[in-house]
């Protein structure tokens, strides 16, 4: 029987090449990837195609590229880019150009990788966190939470997954453990004592894909997904066990943070901040025991840290 399409925008990042490589290695699966990147001939996108994907070129600033992607697919993962261009606008034009594109092309199963608008919890007029941009909190936060209305009022098929911190960032987004002038490592986040939901980018994958296999159970839910809730000193525990030397965990301030002067500090302060202030309704909207469900290899930060921590830059 001829395998359903599975469209997988972000082929080359983290969340769709998690599930690229799901599909890929499900060979006796009912599916097949098609892996969109906006360049075939990159190392990752060559090496997509030598694993069994179609490979694909669209854009999400092209919605004709991306009808041409989504054409005779049953499923499509769709997620936008916030950290190549830190536009909340240009993520609600491109999660537009999707829903255009997967209604166009009478896509049975979307699922879009959304987070929550803070907005609801934090309105523009409460000043315990800075309103950025004039007019959101969590500006990658908020821009996809609002971006859900064009999916349901779309009437599209679709599942919003809300993900999680993913470890892989203290690989690739300068996360993890850093010396401090003292020499010693320490992993810095304003989150106090609460307790912060994370998972492998991988891990996020292998969800999607049994959302996908089990549409019907999921079209019209929304799912949060996560490998483990941990406080700060549980994930410097766990990395100081993984990398074998002491890392501490640095308890600072959301102001502070946010005036670390990197790009996007401010956003990532407040998304903190609101992950800090309202931890219940976070870490309440991402079960591990459902994650666990759709994924069964669902793995912790200390499975996690044992296959990556050799690929963790460690200053």
């Known amino acids: 029987m001829e395998k359903k399409i599975i469209a997988v925008i972000g082929a080359t990042g983290a969340q769709g090449g998690g599930l690229v490589n799901a599909i890929i290695n499900d060979p006796d699966g009912e599916f097949a990837v098609r892996a969109i990147t906006r360049d075939v001939n990159t190392d990752k996108a060559k090496k997509l195609a030598e694993s069994g994907a179609e490979v ?37 034009a491109h999660a537009k150009s999707l829903v255009e594109a997967a209604r166009a092309a009478g896509v049975k199963h979307v699922i879009w990788s959304t987070l929550e608008d803070t907005r609801k919890w934090i309105p523009l007029t409460d000043n315990r966190m800075p309103t950025l941009m004039d007019k959101y909190k969590v500006p990658h936060f908020d821009a996809k939470g609002e971006a859900n209305a064009f999916f349901t009022e779309a009437g599209l098929p679709v599942t919003l997954l809300h993900t999680s911190f993913y470890w892989d960032n ?11 002038p ?33 549409g019907r159970e999921y079209i019209g839910k929304t799912v949060g997904i996560a490998g483990e809730h941990l406080t700060g000193l549980q994930m410097a525990a766990a990395l100081s066990k993984a990398l074998g030397r002491e890392v501490r965990y640095n308890a600072v301030e959301p102001e502070v943070f946010r005036n670390f002067g990197f790009p996007g500090a401010e956003d990532l302060g407040n998304m903190f901040q609101y992950m800090r ?23 912790t930060l200390e499975m996690w840290l044992d296959r990556n921590k050799e690929r963790i830059p460690v200053e």
């Open 170 to 180: 203290m690989i690739y987004f300068g996360m993890g453990p850093k010396k401090g």
């Open 182 to 214: 003292d020499g010693k490592l320490a992993i810095t986040f304003p989150i106090a004592d609460k307790k912060l939901p994370g998972i492998a980018a991988e891990d996020i994958g292998k969800c999607a894909l049994d959302i996908f296999k089990n």
């Open 56 to 92: 694909v070129a669209a854009d999400v600033d092209d919605v004709e590229s991306l009808k041409r992607a989504f054409d005779n697919a049953y499923g499509a993962f769709c997620v936008t880019f916030f950290w190549e261009h830190l536009s909340p606008e240009k993520e609600l």
């Open 277 to 299: 202030d309202f931890e219940q309704d976070h870490c309440g909207a991402r079960s591990i025991d459902v994650s666990r469900s759709l994924n069964p290899s669902l793995q």
